[in-house]
């Protein structure tokens, strides 16, 4: 499972950039911009091809999936220690995707089945936030729960091998992608040494 985690900021041309990016293979998309306000991810949306739009997981203002049909939401650590279980498996059982964010690897073994996947890291020192380093031992291998684990953190086209040795059942790309002068050919190049590892 390959995914694509946006910038906190916004990008100039990050709808055409996302759209070539979805035309090119891209499974999954996460809208994590913590600090924007809900028209703000109204307007990046509208701007993405009808049919790319069930890929895309809400981090923020899940209100926007009523209004362009998402069945993708994330819940942060933070909303998810604050929610109610019960919300979760309403959501689960009226066809929405779920996924959450963990830091331990115990964590993740606490889910319920609610969640498809959890973010896990940062696995490598994290590319887009300095000084936000790694505290997972690479010689670690990832228990099987029945909540997916996504690697996350630092990875990117050379790395991203080490991930699935590890154990991991996919994983997201951030400052890879972001930091990149050309986002879209950084995807082309994670997604050929993505696809050369997973069958």
């Given at each position: 499972?390959?995914?694509?985690?946006?910038?906190?900021?916004?990008?100039?041309?990050?709808?055409?950039?996302?759209?070539?990016?979805?035309?090119?293979?891209?499974?999954?998309?996460?809208?994590?911009?913590?600090?924007?306000?809900?028209?703000?991810?109204?307007?990046?949306?509208?701007?993405?091809?009808?049919q790319?739009?069930?890929?895309?997981?809400?981090?923020?203002?899940?209100?926007?999936?009523?209004?362009?049909?998402?069945?993708?939401?994330?819940?942060?650590?933070?909303?998810?220690?604050k929610?109610?279980p019960?919300e979760?498996?309403?959501?689960?059982?009226?066809?929405?995707?779920?996924?959450?964010?963990?830091?331990?690897?115990?964590?993740?073994?606490?889910?319920?089945?609610?969640?498809?996947?959890a973010?896990?890291?940062?696995?490598?020192?994290?590319?887009?936030?300095?000084?936000?380093?790694?505290?997972?031992?690479?010689?670690?291998?990832?228990?099987?729960?029945?909540?997916?684990?996504?690697?996350?953190?630092?990875?990117?086209?050379?790395?991203?091998?080490l991930?699935?040795?590890?154990?991991?059942?996919?994983?997201?790309?951030?400052?890879?992608?972001?930091?990149?002068?050309?986002?879209?050919?950084?995807?082309?190049?994670?997604?050929?040494?993505?696809?050369?590892?997973v069958?």
């Open positions: 499972m390959l995914i694509v985690v946006s910038d906190a900021a916004f990008h100039k041309n990050e709808p055409a950039l996302l759209n070539e990016m979805f035309d090119q293979g891209l499974e999954f998309f996460h809208l994590r911009k913590p600090s924007a306000p809900a028209s703000a991810l109204q307007h990046l949306i509208e701007k993405i091809k009808p790319h739009i069930s890929k895309i997981a809400l981090h923020s203002h899940h209100q926007l999936a009523n209004i362009f049909r998402m069945n993708r939401l994330h819940y942060t650590e933070v909303k998810r220690k929610s109610n019960m979760w498996q309403a959501l689960k059982e009226s066809g929405c995707h779920l996924s959450t964010s963990v830091h331990q690897i115990q964590e993740a073994a606490k889910l319920p089945g609610s969640f498809d996947y973010f896990l890291g940062p696995v490598f020192d994290s590319i887009s936030k300095q000084g936000y380093s790694s505290t997972i031992s690479k010689k670690i291998k990832m228990p099987k729960n029945k909540t997916k684990l996504i690697a996350i953190g630092g990875i990117n086209e050379i790395n991203l091998k991930s699935f040795e590890m154990g991991f059942d996919g994983i997201a790309i951030l400052g890879a992608i972001w930091q990149s002068t050309d986002p879209v050919k950084s995807f082309q190049l994670i997604k050929k040494a993505c696809s050369s590892i069958p």
